[in-house]
């Protein structure tokens, strides 16, 4: 069974580099046929995509953070991470770290509890 | 800008059915299979519909999706208090080459 665990800072000032970890369980994150994808969820807010992995090295990114975001894989720790620079307010939120396989017969969907990020002076 | 539309609110009694509908565009719902998640309090967001309209594994035969054209919907029947929360529909937008999340849906059991 697919386990996800976020790990990082929860306190952040403005301008400075949101760095979050997720480690995996119960499989590889260098399966060719799983996708990794990071999704934060603002107070108040709705869920919001970030950005995904896939074991390729291919990423994809919200248009919206794409400037600031990167999202990157370390298969020594069976990890993968998301590091957002010069954040601002408007990123505090709750963040998700997420492991999805999909096929015609059978879907594994794992999300981390999530890591609480605030940003603030 | 993709957006994709949700109703903010649905409601009913116990045992009642409830549609969410999921509103979108070409570029995302009438380019590709909907999922749909249900996020309750203090917990992760959980997978209740893939590829339209499958469950997987452990998800209740309560819960059915069907997408049509541009739009989606997720049926709730049986109604349970434990239903009681937030529903997303999600999609890949080849536009913005990126998953979308609907605007969210919340259930309350009256």
């Known amino acids: 069974q697919l386990q996800l665990q976020e790990s990082g800072p929860g306190l952040l000032k403005p301008s400075e580099t949101l760095s979050l970890t997720c480690s995996v369980s119960?499989?590889?994150?260098?399966?060719?046929?799983?996708?990794w994808a990071w999704v934060r969820q603002p107070p108040g807010k709705g869920l919001e995509w970030i950005g995904s992995?896939?074991?390729?090295?291919?990423?994809y990114y919200t248009p919206s953070l794409k400037s600031r975001v990167t999202i990157f894989v370390d298969t020594s720790k069976n990890q993968f991470s998301l590091k957002l620079n010069s954040v601002t307010a408007a990123d505090t939120a709750l963040y998700y770290c997420?492991?999805?396989?999909?096929?015609?017969?059978?879907?594994?969907?794992?999300w981390g509890q999530g890591s609480l990020v605030i940003v603030s002076s | 800008q993709s957006v994709v539309t949700q109703p903010p609110s649905a409601s009913g009694t116990p045992g009642q059915r409830v549609t969410i509908s999921c509103s979108g565009s070409?570029?995302?719902?009438?380019?590709?299979?909907v999922y749909w998640y249900q996020h309750l309090p203090g917990t992760a967001p959980k997978l209740l519909i893939y590829?339209?309209?499958q469950r997987p594994s452990g998800v209740p035969d309560r819960f059915s999706g069907s997408k049509s054209g541009t739009s989606a919907s997720l049926a709730i029947s049986g109604l349970r208090s434990e239903d009681e929360g937030d529903y997303y529909c999600?999609?890949?937008?080849?536009?913005?080459?990126?998953?979308?999340f609907g605007t969210g849906t919340k259930v309350t059991v009256l």
């Open positions: 590829r339209n309209n």
């Open positions: 999600a999609a890949w937008d080849v536009s913005l080459s990126g998953r979308i």
């Open positions: 997420q492991g999805s396989y999909y096929d015609s017969t059978q879907a594994i969907d794992s």
């Open positions: 992995i896939y074991y390729s090295g291919t990423t």
């Open positions: 119960g499989g590889s994150i260098s399966s060719s046929s799983h996708y």
């Open positions: 070409t570029s995302n719902i009438g380019n590709g299979y």
